[in-house]
């Protein structure tokens, strides 16, 4: 049917002529109104709101349960589905049918689902309103009036008579709400009073070529934390309801494999995190371990961590053990830690019992010839299953030469491509298995194969994996064994970044970098060294939400949830990055004196520490100008400053350079109690007594947004290295820092947060710049 013809018939539905255009451009929709039509005939008369129902019912319709579409339109035109209600209850009830191929459908059941036949009466609706209103809602009522949100009465109502009609629901809600209340008044058609007004909310970051994408059911818009994001935000199927999700293949085995799956987790929600032993963990990776472990732990799940160990050749131990120290350093713990390798004997025999059913074989393609979208066709693929068993054990046993052979399943995927591979031969010791074994699988052999093995629920991953989703549910319906769910969700990228483990080990091997923790990178442990902490990490995580989109956002936006963490759990210490020397002529003192000063200065209660407070004193060199501009507030010769926490204010008497170069180097000055003196525009940080750090001030790596791109960086990402992403400063401290350890984190008061570096030692204190303080246009 052409498209004009389309849309005049979907007109006749009761569609806009702008709705149907808009249909037209869904292809799934489409079908099934096509299909929907046919079964209603040319000619038929629709009853009012009849035809809606059926897009309604063609828009809700999943692919599982299409066979279903004649029954259900038939249902609509005979006016027993007659509201949204009854056509979503059935739908639902059909696809709870849905793990039996082929379910033949019960129709006393179905009407009863879908209370076909059930009359709510108006003096029934009228009876529950005034019962709710009174046992629940009169106190609230008379005390918000009409800005109470009458919906929740209507929603009450529905839970107790189901199948009354919303609209007569509603005007018996308005009819006693007015009986109560009388008419509006004018306080009453003013908008309400606004609550504690919400932060504005951060730029939401923009999604990269905006893809629909139907892989995760509730678009997420994030939440402030991981717990709230999966328990309010994020709806998957029920651990069992695996059937009712899109895609998912239902086989004559998918009932009573789905009742053994329940049997063995008792209903209990099953994922895994599943990295390659080969790199060290990214920002990337911290969404994925949150997702995985944070959906578990919101509905009481667990989450294994699973090392996908399959390619010796670029597998280490210290990525093994880094990548466990980052999940628990984010604060999760696996319920077990498991390998791929663990497996090795399983996959081999399901491996061969593939070709003896004639759905894997041996072919000799070299791999640059499997390369592309269009590679030659195997001449193999036809070979027969004796010969593909023996020379699979050849395999086996080592007697192929590397590259000369690899097993191939029988299958194309959803993108197009045919037969990947499941096996190839690789003559290297396994980190676990030693020489065992010369063949291993491919991650798409085995990553469905290990959901399976331990009862995974979610198989949750990114959405570059939707195209091997086919694969997937081939592979455990091929073998007869339970099936998981894969759901997808959108990469997190990070701007001015690499996360390429090749290409970060380039950056070491070049040294521009120092290693896989250098603080610039955006690795776990990197970010864990520059001093990133982690419920800051996983707070980022839950703002960016689990949608279909892939993000790309600024580094600012993560250093906003780590400044939010850190303002409330950083204490305040005094420091100075370029310390300027102060002689205090008339130290109002004889001698060097203690003060107390508050870790948190806008909350005294948390603690507080010891300062020193001598005649000579160092502040920050960019708080003296001699020539100061118009709106300058520090010091200048002529104009005083305070010195925080020390109770004086101090002027300039004497200015002391150095003859060779004209650079200041000492400040004589005088003070006064600042209760006597007059109020300065500013007060200073100070140090007396200090201790020497060594402060590294870190920027971005790269100038370019994306140095990956050619477009941007046409050179090359070597190419586009900051000369600014480190500089290093001799700082002076109180002594208070002294006892600071490793990762310990700290509010440099008037400059930002930073962290004690791993290099410290007991002779030389290392601090790296975790963020600066909010950009404060007004500072002078």
């Known amino acids: 049917m052409a498209g004009e013809d389309l849309i005049a018939r979907f007109q006749e539905l009761g569609m806009s002529e702008q709705k149907a255009k808009e249909t037209l451009k869904n292809a799934n929709v489409t079908k099934n109104l096509q299909l929907a039509l046919a079964e209603v005939g040319a000619g038929t008369a629709l009853g009012d709101g009849t035809g809606m129902l059926i897009y309604h019912l063609a828009s809700k319709l999943k692919p599982q349960t299409a066979e279903h579409l004649p029954l259900l339109v038939r249902y609509i035109v005979e006016r027993k589905l007659d509201n949204t209600q009854r056509v979503d209850a059935a739908l639902e009830y059909v696809l709870k049918c849905g793990q039996k191929l082929k379910a033949s459908i019960d129709l006393q059941e179905l009407d009863k689902e879908c209370g076909v036949g059930v009359v709510v009466t108006s003096e029934e609706i009228e009876r529950a309103v005034q019962s709710k209103i009174k046992a629940s809602y009169k106190e609230i009522l008379l005390q918000q009036r009409y800005h109470f949100n009458s919906f929740k009465i209507l929603q009450d109502v529905r839970s107790e008579l189901k199948w009354a009609d919303a609209k007569s629901v509603k005007a018996a809600i308005d009819v006693e709400i007015f009986d109560l209340l009388g008419p509006k008044t004018e306080a009453d058609l003013k908008p309400p009073p606004k609550q504690n007004e919400k932060p504005k909310a951060q730029a939401k970051p923009k999604p990269e070529a905006a893809q629909p994408s139907a892989t995760v059911e509730a678009t997420s818009d994030g939440a402030t934390t991981i717990a709230e994001l999966m328990k309010t935000k994020v709806h998957f199927h029920a651990p069992g309801e695996n059937f009712k999700t899109d895609g998912y293949v239902v086989t004559e085995h998918t009932e009573k494999l789905l009742k053994e799956h329940l049997k063995r987790t008792g209903g209990q929600v099953h994922t895994r995190f599943p990295p390659e032993p080969n790199g060290i963990l990214h920002i990337g990776h911290a969404k994925a371990i949150n997702i995985n472990f944070g959906y578990a732990a919101a509905h009481d799940g667990v989450c294994y961590l699973r090392y996908d160990d399959t390619n010796p050749e670029k597998e280490e131990e210290k990525f093994f053990v880094a990548i466990r120290e980052m999940v628990e350093w984010l604060g999760y713990k696996p319920y077990k830690i498991t390998y791929s390798s663990d497996n090795f004997q399983q996959l081999y025999e399901w491996a061969v019992l593939l070709i003896k059913k004639g759905l894997a074989y041996v072919c000799h393609q070299k791999a640059e010839e499997l390369k592309g979208f269009n590679p030659p066709p195997s001449p193999w693929r036809e070979r027969p299953i004796a010969e593909s068993l023996q020379l699979f054990e050849d ?100 701007n001015y970044a690499l996360v390429s483990k090749r290409k970060i080990a380039k950056l070491i091997t070049e040294q521009i970098v120092h290693d896989w ?154 003070s006064q109690s600042a209760e006597q003196a007059e109020k300065p525009k500013a007060f200073v940080q100070w140090v007396s007594q200090p201790i020497p750090l060594e402060v590294r001030l870190y920027d971005q790596l790269f100038k370019h947004k994306n140095p990956e791109d050619p477009n941007e960086v046409p050179g090359g990402f070597l190419s586009d290295i900051s000369d600014q992403s480190m500089t290093v400063v001799r700082a002076f401290a109180d002594q208070s820092l002294r006892q600071a350890k490793v990762y310990d984190k700290f509010q440099f008061e008037r400059i930002g947060f930073f962290s004690v570096d791993p290099d410290t030692t007991k002779d030389r204190i290392v601090f790296n710049r975790t963020v600066g303080l909010k950009e404060d246009a007004g500072k002078k």
């Not at 420091?575 to 000063?597: A, G, W, Y």
């Not at 305070?642 to 150095?658: K, Q, Y």
């Open 517 to 670: 923790d250098d603080p610039r990178l955006f690795t776990l442990t990197a970010l864990r060294r520059r001093g990133f902490p982690p419920e800051a990490i996983n707070n980022f995580c839950a703002q960016m939400g689990v949608t279909g989109a892939q993000i790309a956002v600024d580094p600012a936006m993560l250093e906003a949830a780590v400044r939010d963490v850190l303002n409330i759990t950083a204490p305040r210490r005094l420091v100075v990055l370029e310390p300027l020397k102060v002689t205090i002529k008339n130290f109002p003192h004889k001698s060097p004196v203690q003060l107390d000063v508050p870790d948190f200065p806008q909350n005294p209660q948390q603690g507080s520490h010891k300062i020193t407070l001598d005649k000579v004193v160092y502040i920050e060199r960019g708080d003296f100008k001699l020539e100061p501009e118009k709106g300058y507030r520090r010091l200048a010769p002529k104009q005083s400053v305070g010195l925080r926490h020390a109770g004086l204010v101090i002027s300039v008497d004497e200015i002391v350079t150095d003859p060779a170069t004209g650079d200041v180097v000492e400040l004589i000055c005088s």
């Open 395 to 494: 395999m086996k046993r080592g007697k192929i030469d590397e590259g000369a052979a690899t097993l191939r399943l029988n299958l194309t995927l959803e993108e197009g491509k045919v037969d990947p591979v499941a096996y190839r031969i690789k003559f290297i010791p396994h980190h676990r298995t030693g020489t065992a074994w010369c063949i291993y699988p491919t991650y798409d052999y085995t990553h469905c194969l290990c959901d399976s093995l331990e009862d995974i629920t979610h198989s949750l991953c990114t959405k570059e994996f939707q195209s091997r989703r086919s694969s997937y549910y081939w592979l455990c319906n091929a073998l007869g064994i339970y099936c998981p769910v894969q759901w997808e969700y959108g990469r997190l990228n990070m």
